[in-house]
């Protein structure tokens, strides 16, 4: 079972003007494969988000963020995880941004990254719960397979 920790970015969210539906679609989306262990909301402070995703990177084999992730001058998730990440997975990011474009062209838009922390994956989803769900279909059948190696698997991967 993966355990997971699941931390949503919103200045409102955080104050409680805004009623948190991303992280509980997450959850929902992963109850399947793993543990939902930690749960957080926080505003997007640089510092703030950068400091979470260490403290979880101890606790948990996944961390998701929800939210940051786009052009408005607060949102600085990408900027935060790539500031904690050991080593980048741009394929995630990829696949994931390559779905939304399916269904709007505002999907290049996405800033998301993916990578490894130790022997945590964390990735960056969107703050919409629509494009969290589409997101993750796209990236949930690879999840597992990718902590196996994180944590040091040394089966082939050739199926």
Same mark, same amino acid.
């Given at each position: ?6 931390? #949503? ?11 948190? !539906? ?8 992963? !109850?399947?494969?793993?543990? +939902? ?15 979470? %995703? ?9 961390? %998701? @963020?929800?939210? =940051? @992730?786009?052009? *408005? ?7 935060? #995880?790539?500031? +904690? ?14 779905? =939304? %474009?399916?269904? @709007? $062209?505002?999907?290049?838009? *996405? ?5 490894? !922390?130790?022997?945590? %994956? ?26 196996? /190696?994180? /944590?040091? $698997? @040394? ?5």
């Amino acid at each position: 079972m993966i355990t997971i920790a699941v931390l #949503t970015l919103s200045d409102k969210g955080s104050k409680g003007e805004r009623e948190d !539906k991303s992280g509980p679609a997450i959850a929902e989306m992963l !109850k399947g494969i793993g543990e +939902v262990r930690h749960y957080d909301i926080l505003p997007d402070e640089r510092d703030l988000i950068k400091n979470k %995703l260490l403290e979880y990177a101890d606790k948990v084999d996944l961390i %998701l @963020t929800t939210g =940051g @992730t786009g052009l *408005s001058p607060r949102d600085v998730t990408p900027e935060a #995880t790539l500031d +904690v990440i050991d080593r980048e997975i741009p394929g995630i990011a990829e696949a994931m941004r390559m779905e =939304g %474009l399916k269904k @709007t $062209d505002r999907a290049m838009l *996405s800033r998301a990254v993916a990578g490894v !922390k130790g022997r945590t %994956l964390i990735i960056n989803m969107p703050g919409s719960p629509k494009a969290v769900k589409e997101h993750m279909e796209v990236i949930l059948n690879v999840i597992p397979h990718a902590i196996e /190696k994180i /944590k040091g $698997d @040394t089966g082939e991967c050739a199926r």
